[in-house]
C-alpha cells in the first residue's frame, strides 16, 4: 500500500463509494458510539452536554485532573439520566489508563492546547481510530508533523472540532461559493477579535471578569491559556478565522498555504488590564507579556488568493470573527452584515442586507438540523451541535470525518509560522505542505449534503 | 544654517510664532495668491472651480495638453466671472513656459502620476515657494528622495493635496484620538476599495462606465491610469488610505514608518471586465494585466503600531475607505459606522452607532467652515475645499503647509516599496526615513485649530 494511499479511500468513503475494510470501528452488537473525554473542564463539558443529548451515543469514561470541573461534570451526566461513566483522576497522565479501556470508538480531548499533541499520539498509539481534539492539534510545527505521520501510520482519523466551520453564515455563503455567486475567489479575510481579558484572568473562583490572577492562582482557562500570551507573539488561535475559509477555498484539497507573514504592535492591553483592575502593585502588574496586542497574518495560496487573519485579544471591543469573502463578482462582509453581488444586488455599487443572501443560500445542513434542541441547548448558538454531529455520524458510518488532520495539521500550524515570522522581523515563511504533494489529489468533501 | 534647520522653522511658523523670513511670496500691493494650474483635466478642473470661488487667490495661469479638457476649463473661468487666465498648452513641456512666469504664488498640479515628480522639481528649481501637487508625489524612491532634497535645498513647500485627510469622520476620528479618547493607539487600518474598472477604461469620449479602451483610445484617466495595472503590482494608490491614519499617529512628527510588507492576489478583474463589457476577441482582452486584484500592505511604525491597507480597485464592489483607529480603549471601524470606547459605549462589548460620537467630536474645521457652499459645490463633500482651504491659508500666512514634503514622500512611497516587496516574494523591506532623523523631533501641527 502507498504511503498515503488511505488518504483517497477515505475520500472515497466519504463520498460513499465504500468503507474503510481494514477498520473495525464497533462491537456489531452495539450501534453506540463509545466516547472517552479527556479534559472536562467548562469547554469539554459543553461537548458532554452535547454527546449526552444523543441517543447514538455512550460516553464511557471521562478523565479530568480538576476535582472542581469533575463534579461539574458528574453532575451534568447525572442530570441526563445516562450511565455514570468510569472516571480518570489523579494525575495528569491518568489519561493513559483511560486510554487502556478496550471498547473505546472514540475520544474528544478537551485539554489545554500544550496537551494535544501528547493525548492525541497516546490514543492513536493506543489503536482509537477516531480522535476528536479542541482547536488546536499542537504548539510547535514538529507536533504538528508528528501527528500527521502517526494518523497515516495508524489509518486513523483526528478532525479538530472547529465548531467556526459551522456557523449558519459561514455555511451559507460556502453554498454561495460553491453556486459560484461570487464567482472566482479572489480574496478572504477572518480573524479571532475577542477581548479576552476577563477570561485570560480571574479570581480563581469565577472563571470570567472576576479578577486578574492567572496560572496556578486563576481557574480554567486562566489557569494555562494566560501563559501563553505571557510567553509567544503570535497568531494564537487562528483556527476559528482560518478554516471556514480554508473550507471555501480547498485548502488541502486542490489548494495549499504556500507562505506565511506576520506583524504584531506592541503590547499594552493585557498589563493595562492588571492595572486598572488590581491596581499597579499586583504583582502581575510586573509581567511583561510577550503577545502583540494585534497579529495580523497573511497567506498566499496555490491558487492565486490571499488570506489575512487577525489576532486581537488583549483590547477592550465588542466579538467580531470578521469574514470576508471576495470573487470576481462580489462579497461578503460580515462585519457590517453586507453582501455586493454585481448586476444581482439592488442598487449599483451599494451594499445588500446580507440577510436575504443568508436565507436564499441556507445550507442544506442548518435546514434540515436546525430546531429549538440543536439552537439553543446545544452551545455556540449551534454549532456545537454540528461539530459533534459531523464527528460521531462519521463514525457511525466508519468514514473520513468531515475535516481531517492535514486541515487540523494546516490551520493549527498557522500560529508557530506567525511566531517564526514575527520573530525573525516580519520574514514571509515558507508553509509546509502536510500532504506531501496529495493536495493536488485530494477533493473538497465538507459539508457538501445534510447528513453531516 | 544646518542642513533640516529650516524644518524646525516652518513648524514654529506654523504654530504662529514667525514667518519664515527668506521667503518673499507675494507683492505687498495684492493681497490675493496668485495660482498657477498645471493640469487641468477632471481633477484639475474641480480645483479650478474651488480655487475660482475663493475672494483670496487669483488663478493668473492654465496649462493643459488637451484641448477638451482646456475647453472645459475655460467654460468654468468664464461662468465664475473671473479673469481669463493665461493659457499655456501645445506640447507637453508647455508647462515650463508658464513656469517662467515672474509672479506666480504657487502651483498646483494635476497631471498623470508620472509627471509629478518632474513638475515639481521644475516648479521648485523655478523659485516657486508653494507647490500643491495631486497624489501620488512619484513613482519611484528615487523620485521621492529628489523632490525632499530639492524642498529643502530650495526652503519650499511641497504640499501633497491629499484631501481624504478632510473628511469630516476622519477629522472627528483625530480630534477624539487627541483627546485620548481611544487611549494610546495601537492598530489602525485603511485602503483604496474602489471599483475602478469604469475609470479605467472608458470610450474614448465619455470618462466613466462607457466601453473597454485605455491608453491612447480611451479618455481622461483611461488614457494614463490603467497603463499602471498593466505594468505594475503593489498598492497603487496608498495616500486616501494612509493619509488619514498617519495624522493620527504622528508619522514623520514623532513616528515613523519603519518597515513595509506586500502581498498580491492573482490578476482576474480587469480581463475579466474586458470580456464582459466588449466580448473575448475585443484587443483589449489579450493585454496581460499585472496589478493584483486586491493587494494588502503591512506596515510597522516606530512606536509600536501597525498598519494594515488595502488596494482594491479591479473588482465589483461598494466604496470603502475602511478605516479602522483602535487603541487601549477602544475602536472606530467605519465599514460598519461604528465605535466602542470601554466604559463609556452604551452596551458592553456592543457596538456603537459612530454618530452619536462623531457628532460630538466634531472637528473645529468642519465647525467653522461648513456650509452648503463647501459642502455640496466644492466637491467630494466638502474635503476638496478643505485641502485647498489649507494650501491657500498657509500661503497668505507665510507658514508651512499643513501637510509637508515628508508626509508626501512617506505615503507615496508605500507604492514602490510594497511593488518591491511583491517582487521579493514578499519580502519585508525597511522603510527610508525621509526626515533624516528629524522626525523624532518635529511637531504633529496638523488641524491643530479650525483656521485651516
Redesign the interface.
Known amino acids: 500500500m502507498k504511503r498515503r494511499a488511505f488518504v483517497k479511500n477515505t475520500t472515497l468513503a466519504t463520498a460513499g463509494f465504500s468503507i474503510i475494510p481494514s477498520i473495525k470501528l464497533m462491537a456489531n452488537d452495539d450501534k453506540k458510539v463509545k466516547i472517552a473525554s479527556i479534559g472536562v473542564g467548562l469547554r469539554g463539558q459543553a461537548h458532554l452536554d452535547n454527546l449526552l443529548r444523543r441517543n447514538d451515543v455512550d460516553v464511557i469514561a471521562i478523565c479530568d485532573i480538576d476535582e472542581r470541573m469533575l463534579g461539574m461534570a458528574t453532575d451534568i451526566i447525572r442530570k441526563s439520566g445516562k450511565t455514570m461513566p468510569q472516571i480518570f483522576k489523579g494525575d495528569p497522565f491518568a489519561y493513559k489508563k483511560l486510554l487502556e479501556l478496550k471498547n473505546i470508538d472514540a475520544v474528544i480531548i478537551a485539554t489545554p492546547w500544550e496537551w494535544h499533541t501528547q493525548m492525541i499520539m497516546d490514543s492513536l498509539q493506543a489503536g482509537i481510530k477516531y480522535v476528536g481534539t479542541e482547536v488546536v492539534l499542537g504548539i510547535t510545527l514538529d507536533d504538528h508533523w508528528k501527528v500527521v505521520h502517526e494518523a497515516e501510520k495508524q489509518k486513523a482519523n483526528v478532525m479538530m472540532l472547529e465548531n467556526a466551520c459551522y456557523f449558519r453564515d459561514v455555511l451559507a455563503v460556502l453554498n454561495m461559493v460553491r453556486q459560484n455567486v461570487f ?2 475567489i ?2 478572504l479575510q477572518a480573524g479571532y477579535q475577542h ?1 479576552l481579558r476577563g477570561v485570560k484572568f480571574n479570581n480563581g473562583v469565577e472563571p470570567y471578569d472576576s479578577g486578574v490572577e492567572f496560572g496556578e492562582k486563576g481557574f480554567s482557562e486562566a489557569r494555562w491559556r494566560t501563559n501563553h500570551s505571557v510567553h509567544r507573539n503570535g497568531d494564537l488561535y487562528p483556527t476559528h478565522g482560518v478554516g471556514p475559509v480554508a473550507t471555501m477555498i480547498d485548502i488541502n484539497r486542490g489548494n495549499r498555504f504556500l ?1 506565511l ?1 506576520s ?4 503590547t ?2 493585557l498589563h ?1 488590564y492588571v492595572v486598572k483592575k488590581g491596581g499597579e502593585n499586583h504583582a502581575n502588574a510586573r509581567v511583561k507579556f510577550k503577545l502583540g ?2 497579529v ?1 497574518t ?1 497567506l ?1 495560496c496555490a ?4 488570506i ?1 487573519l487577525q489576532h ?1 485579544t488583549n ?5 467580531s470573527l470578521g469574514y470576508r469573502v ?6 461578503w ?1 460580515q ?4 453582501i ?3 448586476d444581482k444586488s439592488t442598487k449599483h ?3 445588500d442586507d446580507e440577510k436575504t443572501w443568508l436565507e436564499k443560500y441556507d445550507h442544506p445542513l442548518w435546514k434540515r438540523w436546525h430546531n429549538k434542541e440543536t439552537d439553543s441547548a446545544a452551545g455556540h448558538g449551534g454549532i456545537d451541535f454540528f461539530v459533534i454531529h459531523g464527528f460521531i455520524e462519521a463514525i457511525k458510518r466508519r468514514v473520513a470525518t468531515p475535516l481531517d488532520v492535514y486541515d487540523a495539521a494546516a490551520w493549527s500550524a498557522i500560529t508557530p509560522l506567525s511566531e517564526t515570522s514575527i520573530e525573525l ?4 515563511v515558507d508553509f509546509p505542505d502536510f500532504t506531501s504533494g496529495q493536495w493536488m489529489y485530494r477533493k473538497n468533501t465538507f459539508a457538501l449534503t445534510d447528513e453531516f
Chains 1, 2 share one sequence.
Not at 471576495?326 to 462579497?331: M, N, R, S, V
Not at 462585519?335 to 453586507?338: A, G, K, P, R, Y
Not at 522581523?425 to 514571509?428: H, L
Open positions: 464567482g472566482e479572489i480574496h477581548d507562505s507573514n506583524f504584531a504592535t506592541k499594552r492591553g493595562e496586542d494585534i495580523t497573511q498566499n491558487n492565486g488568493e490571499t489575512l486581537d483590547l477592550p471591543r465588542p466579538y471576495q470573487g470576481t463578482k462580489g462579497l462582509m462585519v457590517n452584515h453586507s455586493y453581488i454585481e455599487h451599494e451594499w522581523g516580519n520574514e514571509t
